[in-house]
């Protein structure tokens, strides 16, 4: 029989290792493109969206980067607009919503970041509107939303259970043999 | 301050969690390694320079992570390649160099430690089962080196790479992939615990290290030398000012970082076994004269 303390001391270094397995990640991603480089009355702007793809009733985050319109090359640095004002108008039809996007929230303080929730799948219209020192622009888009119900993971808890299953019958193992040899 | 430069360096993304876990480990290293150094009488596995090490990757781990260098690896190639090498070829050997296993263990309370200790003991001398027979085999040198090539360039194929840029579940096994085969591939090359294997004799180790070079070497030439651009993701991203490039521009670069950096990283570590070698042997007692060397002796 394994010693009851040996198999959670096990366990515990299982989790432990699995967790900065994991956290060694926490990478950054850009999102998916939803609109870019469009010229907007005196802007350019893009939006980007993370996760892939947005779902319901869960948090998602919107990015947007605005550039001067002025002497706009795609190809070459652009200059991008500070401290504008950013509202994100979602409507499906039956509801409306709105959502300040905000440097505060970026992670990147050249952008515009808003995480928010919208309340069911579908299609959603997207209106972004930036105003800045008098000056206007405005760009739609189209955004589909899965139902909460499709996001579950199934690949990454596969993945984990994996890892905990392997590295749970080496731990197995090592206390097995163990106690044999006992 | 320049504000697009001033928003620029204030792009960090702490993440406390995971700062917590890092500390965490940290500090049972440090408290494992005062243990250590107070019960060994010349102090040759708990070194100072083993401590800095551990100290330094955790810093380094840091910077890769959370601060602009990361935010900045969404918009531009040769920010993320600098990313990649920061992991795999800086915080990974710094991290082996300072050889955590004993040090974490011996950070552990008493009862903990010697279980996790018996485990350990399991790994390099246990009974001979199936479980050891196949952590042996799926971690020889060979292996290791072969799970980091391939890991290394399948993500550095275009589909796989514009994934994780667009995908932050992708990008998070890209970079699991990336640390923990480089982890595995720099644990032979120091040697650091838990020896499972033999140690390699410093002949092979520098050949293993040298085998490391074309990993990365191919790869950057293939990437710096591309007639079009690869990573269409970034063509979806602004052109920032103060850093950018252009996307081909910005393709070249991180090419050459990953050539130029990222092989003689391999080659210096070859060095400096290899110096490391020539000075233990200029440290050995003189050889006694030959006993072919006549010097008339024999004639007397």
């Known amino acids: 029989m394994i010693q009851k303390g040996s198999f959670w001391v096990g366990i515990l270094s299982l989790l432990l290792a699995l967790f900065g397995f994991v956290t060694s990640a926490m990478a950054h991603a850009g999102g998916t493109p939803r609109i870019v480089n469009q010229p907007a009355g005196d802007f350019v702007i893009s939006v980007w969206t993370l996760p892939d793809p947005v779902v319901s009733e869960s948090e998602s985050n919107f990015i947007v980067y605005v550039a001067e319109a002025e002497g706009f090359d795609q190809s070459r640095a652009s200059t991008p607009v500070l401290g504008a004002n950013i509202q994100l108008t979602f409507t499906n039809g039956r509801q409306t919503i709105m959502f300040p996007a905000t440097h505060e929230r970026a992670t990147n303080k050249l952008f515009y970041e808003s995480y928010l929730e919208l309340p069911s799948g579908g299609t959603w219209m997207v209106d972004v509107v930036i105003s800045h020192e008098g000056l206007r622009g405005e760009a739609q888009f189209e955004v589909d939303v899965e139902g909460d119900a499709s996001q579950t993971n199934w690949l990454l808890y596969g993945g984990i259970g994996l890892i905990v299953i392997a590295v749970g019958w080496f731990v197995w193992q090592s206390f097995a043999d163990e106690e044999d040899d006992d | ?300």
């Open chain 2, 1 to 300: 301050m320049d504000p697009v430069l001033r928003g620029l360096l204030l792009s960090w993304e702490l993440r406390p969690v995971f700062i917590l876990f890092l500390l965490t480990l940290a500090i049972l290293y440090t408290i494992g390694w005062t243990r250590l150094r107070r019960k060994s009488v010349n102090s040759t596995l708990a070194n100072r320079w083993r401590l800095t090490a551990y100290w330094v990757a955790f810093a380094i781990v840091i910077i890769a992570l959370m601060s602009p260098i990361d935010i900045l690896g969404a918009e531009l190639f040769y920010f993320h390649m600098i990313q990649h090498l920061l992991l795999t070829m800086i915080a990974a050997p710094l991290v082996m160099l300072a050889n955590p296993m004993p040090f974490i263990m011996w950070g552990l309370p008493r009862k903990p430690r010697k279980r996790f200790g018996r485990m350990i003991a399991w790994m390099i001398s246990g009974k001979e089962s199936l479980g050891r027979k196949i952590l042996r085999q799926a971690t020889k040198p060979g292996v290791c080196w072969f799970i980091m090539l391939a890991l290394l360039w399948i993500w550095h194929e275009p589909p796989m790479y514009n994934l994780a840029l667009r995908n932050e579940f992708w990008h998070d096994i890209e970079h699991i992939a990336f640390f923990w085969s480089a982890i595995l591939y720099w644990w032979h090359a120091i040697g650091a615990a838990p020896h499972i294997h033999p140690k390699m004799a410093r002949i092979f180790r520098v050949g293993y290290l040298f085998g490391g070079i074309p990993v990365t070497f191919i790869l950057g030439v293939k990437i710096a030398f591309a007639t079009g651009i690869l990573y269409t993701y970034y063509e979806t991203r602004p052109r920032l000012p103060v850093i950018g490039l252009s996307v081909a521009d910005d393709q070249i670069l991180g090419g050459i970082i990953m050539w130029v950096p990222g092989s003689m990283m391999y080659f210096a570590a070859a060095l400096v076994l290899v110096a490391r070698w020539m000075q233990e042997q200029q440290n050995l007692p003189p050889v006694p004269d030959p006993e072919w060397l006549d010097r008339g002796e024999a004639a007397k």
